[in-house]
């Protein structure tokens, strides 16, 4: 999946006490692409000794950490680089072969719509700051305390015995089939959003819900959690026609176009492929 980057390391741990250094690395981000540096086939994230006129206020915003480097958000516009800086679409993460590229470059950029969004306080409209002891802002004047916000959402992998129900969403990318799946609303279990969404979408009862795992999907702010669950393939299909087009049961074996194993559907429909998808 998107966030597994092994042998590279990446640690979300804040450190707020962090200043940048020279050899750190600098995120930033203009529409939907980020500053990287050309090397060889591939991206490096540029370092602050890349910039010829490193802007240092406002101070740029610890992150998180990529194989022990400390990578810092800059949110004002570096103007004059060093030659070899380039602004990559962000859309490159689904054909990189760099993934500790691709994953640090769409964790920072969710931070960086969340600070962006989060400059003033929505209950008083004060500028916020900075809290000092945790990634938080805080309001000064009313101390309100606002956290980085994740859109938790449900998917899952509906079977009926060497079948799977796969949809068709209405904007899905290369025509893919992919699995079920919607935002949690407030006051819903996640099983309850599951149970709600499979009925809105395709007009279905489902049963025996398993949690299967969980994914961070920076792309949308979402945090996606998995479930596998069974349904009777004789009950009939209503689809909803606005978020799916077509939804449908395909049985092991000859499965339609679905999306690659970046993402916790991906995953999880190749290893009902695979005969291999079990319980957590
Ligand atoms: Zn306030």
Redo the contacts with the bound molecule.
């Keep these: 999946m998107i966030q597994e980057i092994h042998p590279h390391r990446f640690n979300n741990k804040y450190l707020p006490e962090r200043k940048i250094t020279a050899a750190d690395f600098v995120l930033f981000y203009q529409g939907k692409t980020i500053l990287l540096k050309n090397a060889g086939n591939g991206y490096e994230l540029p370092r602050k000794s890349d910039f010829t006129d490193f802007p240092e206020t406002p101070e740029p915003v610890f992150l998180f950490t990529l194989d022990e480097a400390p990578c810092f958000l800059l949110q004002n516009d570096p103007g004059a680089c060093n030659a070899g800086l380039v602004f990559v679409e962000l859309g490159f993460f689904r054909t990189t072969r760099q993934p500790e590229i691709a994953w640090v470059s769409l964790a920072g950029r969710q931070l960086a719509n969340w600070y962006a969004q989060r400059r003033f306080?929505g209950?008083?409209?004060?500028w916020t700051i900075h809290k000092s002891d945790e990634r938080a802002l805080l309001?000064p004047?009313?101390?309100?305390v606002f956290y980085p916000v994740i859109a938790p959402a449900v998917i899952v992998a509906i079977r009926c015995n060497d079948k799977i129900l796969l949809a068709r969403g209405s904007e899905a990318p290369g025509g893919w089939y992919s699995l079920l799946a919607g935002y949690v609303d407030a006051g819903e279990s996640l099983e309850e959003a599951l149970v709600r969404e499979v009925k809105e979408e395709v007009g279905i009862a489902i049963h025996n819900i398993r949690y299967y795992g969980s994914q961070p999907w920076p792309p949308s702010g979402s945090i996606m959690i998995g479930f596998t669950a069974e349904a009777d393939e004789n009950q009939p299909l209503e689809v909803d026609h606005q978020e799916i087009a077509e939804a449908a049961w395909f049985r092991r074996g000859n499965l339609p176009r679905y999306p690659p194993a970046l993402s916790i559907a991906g995953e999880m429909i190749e290893k009902f492929e695979q005969g291999i998808l079990e319980y957590a």
Aim: net charge neutral; aromatic share 0%.
């Design positions: 306080c209950t008083c409209g004060e309001c004047k009313c101390a309100q």
